[in-house]
Nanobody, 113 residues
Framework: QVQLVESGGGLVQPGGSLRLSCAAS????????WGWYRQAPEKQRETLAT???????KYADSVKGRFTISRDNAKNTVYLQMDSLKPEDTAVYYC???????WGQGAQVTVSS
């Protein structure tokens, strides 16, 4: 079973940036696609970005052009660079396999002035 540890969340002003990291345990990291997801209060969890084994990426319309997903197979880590943050980006952010398995604890991101 893969264990996931997200980090890098916090409070940021509108227009600011954050970089989330997700460290994954186990040996399957480089052989699978990964994604970033988020869940805002009283909303369903949504898929924000995915990255394939070969590095191809896809983004939800809500974050396209503002968020960038990347991966470092040597470190078993997937990243989410978030720029031009908006208050509506406030949520708990999760990384996971594609399709997702067991969820980690997530990272809280709050965008507020």
């Amino acid at each position: 079973q893969v264990q996931l540890v997200e980090s890098g969340g916090g409070l940021v002003q509108p227009g600011g940036s954050l970089r989330l990291s997700c460290a994954a345990s186990g040996t399957i990291f480089r052989f699978t696609a990964w994604g970033w997801y988020r869940q805002a209060p009283e909303k369903q969890r949504e898929t924000l970005a995915t990255i394939t084994v070969s590095g191809n990426t896809k983004y939800a319309d809500s974050v396209k052009g503002r968020f960038t997903i990347s991966r470092d197979n040597a470190k078993n880590t997937v990243y989410l660079q978030m720029d031009s943050l908006k208050p509506e980006d406030t949520a708990v952010y999760y990384c996971n396999l594609v399709p997702p398995g067991v969820w980690g604890q997530g990272a809280q991101v709050t965008v507020s002035s």
